[in-house]
């Protein structure tokens, strides 16, 4: 069932706001050593895999809160490998990205993720119809000339070892005018990672953030938090 909060038009969305993965951050080091040079939205992004962007503002976010979690937390964990390059051509420029690979292509559940991500915020389509191929996963790292393209993609291939990790959460992000991304909230995905009650990650900035049914929320997001305290799920 979707709330009607969640049907609203295109107004509610906004390029200030998106779901994401994030790698963890020690992987980072050689994913922004290319980044810090070639990527002209190193300052304004973290190291993601766009899920929804543009996405809800964060009023109808914190709305939305109860479902998302409760339809993530039956989609099950899974692992990503980054071992190989890729790139998007444009009129003018391109995007070099890493492809993040899955055990199961046939049941790609990176796939399946947004799937149903793109269920619970049916008006958040624009990644899965932006080309016929529908959404194409990918963790960005230069922004070239189409010149030059080919030749740094090589050398980002040659320099480049696999490295792996669990995607077991989704992030809530946004930013104001100037700033870069912050994450706001933090959604686990289904066991083994939230199985136990003892597990407890904690998230990037500890003081300013709650832990309410393991959704990790941002004391700084007023709509979320006042909606965390004020009901329990």
């Not at 937390?73 to 391109?94: E, M």
Request: net charge neutral; proline share 9%; with cysteine.
């Amino acid at each position: 069932i979707i709330s009607p909060t969640l049907m609203k038009s295109n107004l509610d969305k906004a390029f200030h706001c998106a779901l994401v993965i994030i790698p963890p951050e020690s992987i980072f080091p050689p994913i922004q050593a290319i980044r810090a040079k070639a990527d002209k939205s190193y300052q304004r992004w973290m190291p993601h895999i766009n899920l929804l962007f543009p996405f809800v503002k964060e009023e109808t976010f914190a709305d939305s809160l109860p479902d998302l979690t409760s339809a993530l937390q039956k989609i099950p964990s899974f692992r990503v490998t980054l071992r190989r390059f890729d790139y998007f051509a444009h009129s003018k420029s391109s995007t070099i990205f890493l492809v993040p690979e899955v055990e199961d292509n046939e049941n790609n559940p990176l796939i399946s993720l947004q799937k149903e991500l793109v269920s619970q915020f049916p008006h958040c389509t624009d990644l899965s119809t932006r080309s016929e191929a529908g959404f194409h996963p990918h963790l960005t790292v230069a922004t070239p000339d189409k010149k030059s393209m080919m030749n740094k993609m090589n050398q980002y291939q040659s320099n480049w070892k696999e490295v792996d990790f669990v995607v077991d959460r989704v992030h809530y992000i946004t930013r104001e005018a100037t700033s870069p991304f912050e994450i706001r909230s933090t959604i686990y995905l289904a066991p083994p990672t939230i199985s136990s009650d003892s597990f407890v990650i904690p998230p990037p900035e500890e003081s300013s953030f709650v832990l309410v049914n393991n959704v990790w929320t941002s004391t700084a997001n007023s709509f979320a938090f006042k909606f965390s305290q004020g009901r329990k799920w």
